[in-house]
């Protein structure tokens, strides 16, 4: 079984501030976590994803993560917000032999100038 | 990169029709496809997972007869609503997984679907 929480439904900055997104999950085998991003009306975009190896992940746009299974957490920042970086974001966790991809709620970021 | 193609972006149809929406892999063959509707403000939910040349497989609590899917070739799946209430109306996005792509999910753009 696997589940994602993604703390914070809204999350808003200022433009040029840090963003960071809260992404926690829970899975019965290793991970493989993942990032997406959707604007209005469109499907899903892959930010960044973690499957082995190296735990800091960098991805598209600026944006990283961190796998830290410690804390069963992948956190997405971004160290300077842009206004074209409003959207919602989506953590999600996939593992063992069905590939199935369990999506948390979703995080809408609003970007204010 | 790999490219999912989903048509139509929107669809409006009377309730009581049935409405398709098309999923297509361009540059890939995907093995594996999955479907799934999104509540406006909400997040993904599966529906059903398809491998090519087998039935798909439907999440708990979705209606098998209501929502079709066909997965008949290694580039194309398809989504039939049938006899559609606007109960029905909502994102539909599909996915694509390919064989031997370390983890790869490409999604559609998604169909917008409303029932009157």
């Known amino acids: 079984a696997q589940s994602v929480t993604q703390l914070g439904s809204h999350v808003s900055v200022s433009e040029g501030a840090l963003v960071l997104l809260r992404c926690n999950y829970s899975s019965s085998v290793p991970p493989y976590l993942f990032w997406y991003v959707q604007y209005p009306n469109q499907g899903l975009q892959l930010l960044l994803k973690?499957?082995?190896?190296?735990?800091l992940v960098k991805g598209i746009n600026g944006f990283e993560a961190e796998f830290k299974k410690s804390e069963t957490s992948f956190h997405l920042t971004k160290p300077s917000a842009h206004m074209s970086d409003a959207a919602e974001y989506f953590c999600a966790v996939s593992g063992g032999s069905n590939y199935k991809l369990t999506f948390g709620k979703g995080t809408l970021l609003t970007v204010n100038p | 990169g790999a490219v999912v193609s989903q048509h139509p972006s929107r669809v409006i149809c009377k309730s009581g029709t049935s409405v398709k929406i098309e999923c297509r892999s361009l540059?890939?063959?995907?093995?594996?496809m999955f479907w799934y509707r999104q509540f406006p403000k909400q997040s993904l939910m599966l529906m059903a997972t398809s491998n090519e040349g087998s039935k798909a497989t439907y999440e708990q609590g979705v209606e098998k007869d209501k929502f079709l899917i066909n997965h008949a070739s290694l580039t194309l799946s398809t989504l039939t609503v049938t006899s559609a209430h606007p109960e029905d109306s909502s994102f539909y996005i599909c996915?694509?997984?390919?064989?031997?792509?370390?983890?790869?999910?490409?999604f559609g753009s998604g169909t917008r679907l409303t029932v009157v």
């Open positions: 996915s694509a997984r390919a064989l031997g792509v370390d983890y790869g999910y490409t």
């Open positions: 540059d890939f063959q995907a093995t594996t």
């Open positions: 973690y499957t082995t190896g190296a735990t």
